[in-house]
Structure formats: structure tokens, C-alpha cells
């Protein structure tokens, strides 16, 4: 089954808490804290993999978590790291962001990587707040949650010629005959619901991909028939095929006109899409009259520079100077490309997209009261609670230390809070006491 879109839900793994503990040792009677770090959470990743051709797997599980780091213990000792969890996904992915449409990646090398999810950074053990006055933090911070978000992903073949034009036109016969492509063939319209790929060989290790693809219809960019199914598909190609049928005897169509609507329809989805190199296939010169409407549109298209091949699908005729016309359009740039890859070490990942945690820079502070409580909101509040162990008496003494040094308490009692009430910073709650 081809899948080509599909939403997921990722979690980084949570940070693993850091230890409260003292170096006890038989002949050193005063030992200090020696509290080791907790590990950071695991990563989720995408990477590339070029033996997939679908987004199917994503259909049968849509949520995926990496695993916490673990916990720092004493002596020093620091927690593991979490692993990353890696999620093999198909040349030409293209990765977003579901709630803000930001586009993490697009995926298109094997060996591609992205970061979807960072993992949440380990909390610090007690021998971080050791200080000349406090020689015995009873404290160490809880470490971070994992990043969260749900995410699109959207597959756009990667193929070097796109095959376009009406419903019938011929595309799915034509790659049939070019390549080992057997595509489902019949005289109904939108008998490809689904784009074929197929391999066309031109010589000794040399060959380029080719996709017959849904056809189009008037309005397909607004989404009439298969609209957009097809026309995402048609963005990566590098050259566009307009295969005409010459066969049709409809009232009001002709190869020109069915020529211009297939280009409004891809100037309606994506005007740059009309720079890409443009053949025309003229298709089933076989049949009774077809070369004479072809003669009437020559001059169409020699007015605007576009090279005609009268070809027939069904015979085989014409194919031969069409794939060498492709030829020599796709494989230089395909070497070319293969060069700039081939100058990786081998074994190396590139990654795309982000390769750091986003920093998070301290937001202002708002308060709103809801169903009870304050709601207190500010990005760098919200981190020093969530590394916070509120069942700790010590942990909550220093926390209130760093409220009176930031200003909250000023900030709550201005806002409105009261001595006593309800008070909810990043998920956890407590009440309001102002220090003297």
C-alpha cells in the first residue's frame, strides 16, 4: 500500500534526576557531597532509508518516546545517557511541525539524519551546589522532561522525470514500456490512483528514475479529482514529460489544449514549477488522424521552444530519441550530484535541520487565575520548577531563594496573589507564602 502522508506524536526522553549524597567513608569522617549527575534523555531522529518507498509503517504506530537517562548516584558517578531513538523513513520526507507548520527536515539522501525531539538535559547533582557557606546541600535537581511534539510527514517522490497530462493520455503504457514498471492499465479515467515509479537503463551503470503519475484534470490545484495527490509528487522531478493523447476525439480538446491545462494547473500549485525543463510527448501517433493534429499544433509549441517527440506507447515508436533526450538533460546532474555525496567519509551521518537543543530564553512573567489557582507562566520559571524536588525541604528552601532573588514574590503579590492561595508553575502546585 502507498502512504504518503502521516502524523506521529514524538517525545524526547526525559533527563534522569541528579543525587543528593555524601562521600561516607570509614576514615574520612567529614566528607563532602559527591552527588553524580543524571544522564540526558535520548534524541528522536529520522533518518533516511533508501529500501523504503512508503510512509506505511507510520499508519500502524503513530507514537514514539526515547528512552529517560538515568539517575546520577554517589561517589560522583553520573547517569547513563538515553538512547536515540532512530525512525527510518523514505527518500524525499518532508518533516513539520503539526501546531506551527515549521519545517524540521526534508529528507532526501540516504543517510540523512534529523532531530525531531531533543532529549531532556540530566539535573544536576549536589556537589554542583556545594558553596563556602553551604557545605552540605541536601539538594540536587530533578532533571529536564523531553521535548513533545506531534508531527506531519509528508513523502515527495524522488524522481528525475515526471510524467504528466490527462487522464488517459497514455503515462501509465509509456512506463510500462520504458522500464520493468507494470503499472495497472485500463481505458477508464484515473486509472492510476497512486504514482508508479519505473528504472529506464540507458547504458552500462547509467539509468534514471521515472514517475507516471495520477493524471490531471481542470481544478486538480483547488483539489478536483486527485488534485493534490498527484501535484506534491511532481516538486522534486527534474524534468516534466507532457504526455498529449493524439488519439481523443472529445469537442474542444486538442494537444494544445490539453497542454495548457495541464500548465495552469501546475502554475496554480507552484509557478516555479514551469522552469523546470519541459518535453512533449506526443503519444499514440499509431492511430488514424493523429499525425495530422499533431501537424496543426507544431507551431504551439515551437513558439515557445518545446521539443516534440511524436511517439506511440503501444508500438514502441518514437521511444528511443525521447530517452535520449532525457538522458542527456538528467545524468549530468545526476553525477554531479553523486560527486558532492561521493566526497563523504564513509559512515558519516548529515544531519539536517537542528543539531542543538533551541536555546530558551527567559520569557516575561504572566499570572492568570483559572479554575481556582494562579496559572504562573515564564519560560526560565518554568524550567527552574520543573528541575525542582518539591517533596524536598531543602530543594523548596533554595527554590524560594531564587524566587526572592528574581522578584516573584513581588510579581505575584502585584498581580494580585494572595498570601495562602494556589499556585500552579509547569504542572506542579504549591501555596503561596510570601518571605519576609
Known amino acids: 500500500m502507498f502512504i504518503d502522508r502521516a502524523t506521529i506524536w514524538v517525545k524526547g526522553g526525559d533527563g534522569g534526576n541528579g543525587a543528593a549524597h555524601f562521600r561516607r567513608e570509614k576514615y574520612i569522617p567529614a566528607g563532602g557531597p ?41 561517589k560522583g558517578q553520573s547517569g547513563r545517557d538515553g538512547e536515540d531513538l532512530v525512525l527510518r523513513v523514505p527518500p524525499g520526507t518532508l518533516i513539520r511541525d503539526a501546531r506551527t507548520g515549521e519545517v524540521l527536515a526534508d529528507l532526501v539522501h540516504p543517510g540523512q539524519r534529523a532531530i525531531l525531539a531533543f532529549g531532556g538535559r540530566g539535573g544536576r547533582g549536589n556537589a554542583h551546589f556545594a558553596t563556602p557557606t553551604r557545605r552540605a546541600p541536601k539538594f540536587a535537581e530533578q532533571g529536564e522532561p523531553g521535548e513533545e511534539r506531534e508531527l506531519e510527514l509528508e513523502l515527495k517522490l524522488l524522481a528525475d522525470v515526471g510524467l504528466v497530462g490527462l487522464p488517459n493520455a497514455g503515462k501509465s503504457t509509456l512506463i510500462a514500456r520504458l522500464s520493468a514498471a507494470r503499472p495497472k492499465i485500463a481505458d477508464y479515467p484515473f486509472t492510476t490512483l497512486v504514482p508508479n515509479l519505473g528504472v529506464v ?3 552500462e551503470g547509467q539509468s534514471f528514475v521515472v514517475a507516471d503519475l495520477p493524471g490531471l484534470i481542470a481544478g486538480a490545484s483547488a483539489g478536483a479529482g486527485l488534485g493534490l495527490e498527484f501535484l506534491r509528487h511532481v516538486e522534486r522531478t527534474r524534468v516534466l514529460v507532457h504526455v498529449l493523447d493524439l488519439a481523443t476525439v472529445e469537442p474542444g480538446r486538442d494537444p ?45 509549441f515551437a513558439e515557445r521552444g518545446l521539443r516534440v517527440f511524436p511517439i506511440s506507447a503501444a508500438t514502441g515508436e518514437g521511444l ?5 533526450a532525457l538522458a542527456a538533460l538528467v545524468l549530468p546532474a545526476k553525477a554531479a550530484e553523486a560527486e558532492a555525496h561521493r566526497t563523504r567519509p564513509p559512515g558519516t551521518v ?8 533551541p536555546h530558551r530564553p527567559d520569557g516575561p512573567l504572566s499570572a492568570i487565575r483559572q479554575d481556582g489557582a494562579w ?9 527552574l520548577v520543573q528541575k525542582t524536588d518539591l517533596a524536598n525541604e531543602a530543594a523548596v528552601k533554595h527554590l524560594q531563594r531564587i524566587f526572592r532573588e528574581k522578584g516573584l514574590d513581588e510579581f505575584l503579590l502585584s498581580a494580585g496573589v494572595r498570601p495562602g492561595e494556589l499556585v500552579r508553575i509547569a ?8 518571605q519576609e
Open 256 to 300: 494544445v489544449s490539453d497542454w495548457q491545462v495541464i500548465n495552469r494547473e501546475l502554475a496554480a500549485y507552484r509557478p516555479e514549477l514551469l522552469e523546470r525543463p519541459q518535453l512533449v510527448a506526443a503519444n499514440k501517433v499509431d492511430v488514424t488522424g493523429a499525425r495530422e493534429r499533431l501537424a496543426a499544433a507544431r507551431p504551439f
Open 201 to 203: 537503463r540507458v547504458g
Open 350 to 357: 548529515e544531519y539536517v535541520g537542528r543539531t542543538e537543543r
Open 427 to 434: 504542572g506542579k502546585e504549591f501555596y503561596f507564602e510570601p
Open 320 to 324: 528511443e530519441d525521447l530517452v535520449g
Open 375 to 383: 496559572m504562573v507562566s515564564g519560560q526560565g520559571l518554568e524550567r
Open 34 to 74: 559527591d552527588g553524580g549527575d543524571g544522564g540526558r534523555g535520548g534524541n528522536v531522529e529520522a533518518e533516511v532509508d533508501s529500501g523504503l518507498g512508503t510512509l506505511l509503517d507510520f499508519r500502524y504506530r503513530s507514537r514514539y518516546r526515547a528512552p529517560d537517562g538515568g539517575n546520577g548516584a554517589g
